[in-house]
């Protein structure tokens, strides 16, 4: 930089081998807003284009490919032919979706960034199909309410204009949900304008019948009920849902009136295959008056007392109950008229991503069956990807539309899988991540997050992509090599590569929990840095290019004399905390006034039952680098940072900031995990990593 800024990765000490510099840029980019970050350092760049390659899974280059770069809803903003060597360049200079379409192949869409490093892998036609499957998914609650905190803006849906509002929140997310020749989505809620509700259940759901059109425009073709919610509104509502995605042309199943109705798989053409598709739910209110099972474990009529009235709950009616039996006869009968049979199971522990013992047991019978995949989902948390008696599992699937406020279920996944006849051939699992409740395609930091802890739970087989998480053809082998490490108490973080284990020496791992603290531009869509998951003001553009540690991403604070409140940056919920911390941020401010805050709660709400605060102090204008360590109160389950600038007495007072880190510590006898991306050095080390296909080498740069 001209004012002798250090870069970001010189600000960070780097050490290890980075991935290959980018390519010269395209002179004729499209500035479809700010953008300033070097090739090498992000996923934001004013030099560059959306470049890469296109391969099939043998790694051979698809030539003469149409791939064109979209925006939300599925719009094109440009159009590119691949050369030949499968090379592409799009004149757009932020995160967009790339759609690859080649004779012979599938179509294949993905989140890119600005760079020449995008590697798009697509799969012959012949004989295959391509199927996709989001998660929970509901627009009930808070969706129908407007935001009160001005700080944290989302959106409301207008009941004046509810099909637009609907729209809205599947929009940034349409183009992947198109792309697959079939989009499943585990529907948690009944589609029903009645006021009628289950007596007994603490959260009972229900989403306006326009959502099942919205789901349909956006490229969803069957929806899994198979669940504890798709009864909320008892049977009435039951029937209206049935009834909406009928009329909207969306396949079902997982839910009827009677047992045989539930359990039926909905068989629909994908491709060049027949897709059988089941669902099922363990979770089924065996411990309310009126249970929700269609085959419960008492099949008889109930009558209950419900808005005042009594009403008589017919047996036989709701969501398919999960048992080996029933599953293993289901399964085998979806096989005799398919050529793939999915199995989707919700069930499992809310906020855990591993299988409790019974979804482990329905999944394992679902596989030993002949199902060919398993989906698993219900902890509204995202879990690994497996290989389990042949099928290809994915324990959890996490949200995909929903409104919950809790830290943990924001990151998720769309997993999409190349099947035959044979079985499936490739799984791929992409990162989204939910900002104001809606899901987008993200990039960058928040990309590896995702990436990285899906594979840290997943089976060996599986690898890291730049893109996320991929198992099966076309899958890079991995490399091993090892880094040495001396100065004791330095703090690194990952890059690229995986520790495996530590032959020498001793250190300690950890996780970054913040997925957004770089401040780039991640999302796939039109709003470019919108700061996404954190809370500060928006009257002036606080969170912009040219903010951050090297002149990309970052936060601008400001207040002046006439302001009377401090301004605020923290992140929008509270955080899960479980073990020793480490706060570390970059910033610069010329005047004293600004306060880095660690607090400290018992829970997802109440009262703070402590803080930690560090006055901050000036920098005369240059980057500093803070780094405190903290520990828990024993009573402390979630934690909030925040950032405070107070207003000054006369003049104008400013901070920038960029880069935080909330890093949680492991137990010291951890020594490997793909899921960490810190590591503190105890004493002078060498560490082992595991290197994806992708990277030139090991990459983790010194922190403080």
């Not at 047991?361 to 948390?381: F, I, Q, W």
């Amino acid at each position: 930089m001209t004012d002798g800024t250090p870069s970001r990765r010189a600000f960070l000490g780097a050490v290890g081998t980075g991935a290959a510099a980018g390519l010269a840029g395209c002179g004729a980019i499209a500035d479809l807003f700010p953008a300033s970050d070097p090739p090498e350092t992000g996923p934001q760049s004013a030099a560059t284009a959306v470049e890469g390659h296109v391969v099939d899974t043998t790694g051979t280059p698809v030539v003469d490919a149409r791939v064109t770069a979209l925006g939300t809803g599925g719009t094109d903003l440009a159009t590119a032919r691949t050369d030949d060597t499968g090379r592409f360049e799009l004149p757009v200079r932020r995160p967009v979706w790339v759609q690859v379409r080649a004779d012979d192949y599938r179509q294949r869409v993905r989140a890119c960034a600005p760079g020449p490093a995008n590697r798009l892998v697509v799969i012959e036609a012949a004989g295959s199909a391509t199927i996709a499957f989001g998660g929970d998914t509901m627009f009930a609650r808070r969706f129908y309410t407007d935001s009160t905190d001005r700080l944290n803006p989302r959106l409301g849906i207008d009941p004046a204009d509810r099909r637009a509002g609907h729209d809205a929140v599947l929009a940034p997310l349409e183009p992947a949900l198109a792309a697959p020749d079939l989009t499943s989505v585990n529907l948690e809620t009944p589609l029903t304008t009645r006021s009628l509700r289950h007596p007994e259940k603490l959260y009972a759901f229900a989403s306006h019948p326009v959502a099942a059109e919205a789901l349909a425009a956006a490229g969803v073709d069957y929806t899994a009920l198979g669940n504890n919610h798709a009864f909320d509104a008892l049977g009435p509502g039951l029937r209206d849902t049935t009834a909406a995605l009928d009329d909207a042309g969306l396949g079902h199943s997982g839910a009827g009136t009677s047992a045989d109705a539930a359990w039926t798989p909905h068989v629909q053409r994908a491709g060049a295959l027949d897709v059988a598709l089941l669902s099922c739910t363990t979770i089924t209110g065996d411990r309310y008056a009126i249970d929700w099972a269609a085959n419960g474990p008492t099949d008889r009529p109930v009558t209950a007392t419900v808005d005042g009235q009594s009403r008589t709950v017919p047996a036989g009616i709701g969501a398919a109950r999960g048992t080996p039996a029933r599953l293993r006869r289901a399964v085998r009968r979806a096989r005799e008229n398919a050529d793939v049979v999915v199995v989707q199971i919700h069930g499992g522990e809310a906020y855990q991503p591993t299988p409790t013992d019974e979804v482990r047991r329905l999944t394992e019978t679902a596989a030993r069956s002949g199902a060919d995949l398993v989906v698993d989902h219900h902890p509204h948390v995202t879990g690994g990807i497996d290989r389990v008696h042949g099928a290809v599992v994915a324990w959890s699937l996490g949200n995909l539309v929903f409104d919950q406020r809790i830290w943990q279920t924001f990151p998720t996944y769309l997993l999409t899988v190349a099947v035959t006849a044979d079985g499936v051939e490739r799984v791929t699992a992409e990162p989204v991540l939910l900002d104001g409740f809606v899901p987008h395609g993200v990039v960058g930091e928040p990309n590896r997050t995702v990436t990285w802890r899906t594979l840290g739970a997943s089976t060996d087989a599986a690898t890291a992509t730049r893109s996320g998480v991929a198992l099966g053809a076309g899958a890079r082998p991995t490399r091993t090599a090892t880094e040495r490490f001396r100065e004791q108490g330095a703090i690194y973080g990952r890059e690229t590569g995986w520790v495996t284990g530590v032959p020498d020496g001793r250190v300690t791992l950890g996780r970054d929990l913040l997925p957004t603290g770089e401040f780039e531009s991640h999302d796939v869509d039109e709003q470019g840095y919108d700061g996404t998951l954190w809370r500060y003001g928006r009257s002036y553009p606080t969170v912009a290019g040219e903010y951050g540690i090297d002149g990309s991403g970052g936060v601008h604070l400001r207040r002046v004399d006439g302001n009377r409140t401090r301004g605020v940056l923290s992140n929008t919920r509270r955080i899960p905390v479980d073990g020793p911390l480490t706060l570390t941020t970059g910033y610069r401010t010329g005047r004293a006034g600004l306060t880095l805050e660690l607090t400290w709660f018992g829970d997802t709400s109440g009262s703070a039952i402590g803080r930690r605060r560090w006055p901050l102090p000036a920098t005369d204008g240059t980057w500093q680098r803070l780094v405190r360590d903290a520990v828990p109160p024993d009573s402390a389950t979630h934690a909030n940072v925040l950032f405070a600038l107070e207003s000054p007495t006369t003049g104008r007072r400013t901070a920038e900031i960029d880069d935080v880190r909330l890093v949680q510590w492991a137990d010291r006898t951890a020594t490997a995990g793909r899921g960490f991306d810190h590591l503190r050095v105890r004493d002078p080390a060498t560490v082992a990593f595991g290197v994806p296909g992708f990277a030139d080498g090991v990459g983790w740069p010194r922190l403080d």
